[in-house]
């Protein structure tokens, strides 16, 4: 399976405590962890429980509203993905600017 991105811009008020309701991963009941990229921080969950795939997300704080950033595959043991995909994510997050 090929590696995608997917960039969703929730027109929803930023809010962390909100991503816990609609966003964690199965069994997870904390915020997204904050990830320092550059100048900018994002909010990221990676696998949850159950078996499933999970992409690892990335939340932005875009002006108030929430930016939705996935990195779904391949994927290593059915829920993780893969250490190159990781990489690139870092890659990928450092060219993102704003105004």
Sequence with gaps: MDAKILVIFNDQPFDLQNLVQIAAP??????????????????????????????????????????????????????HVSDETKKLEAEILATFRTR
């Design 26 to 79: 199965t069994g997870n009941t904390f915020p997204p962890e904050a990830v320092l990229v550059g100048t900018n921080t994002f909010y990221r969950y990676g696998a949850g429980g159950g078996g499933a795939e999970y992409p690892d997300v990335y939340f932005y704080n875009l002006n108030g509203r929430t930016l939705e950033i996935y990195f779904s595959g391949p994927y290593l043991d059915g829920r």
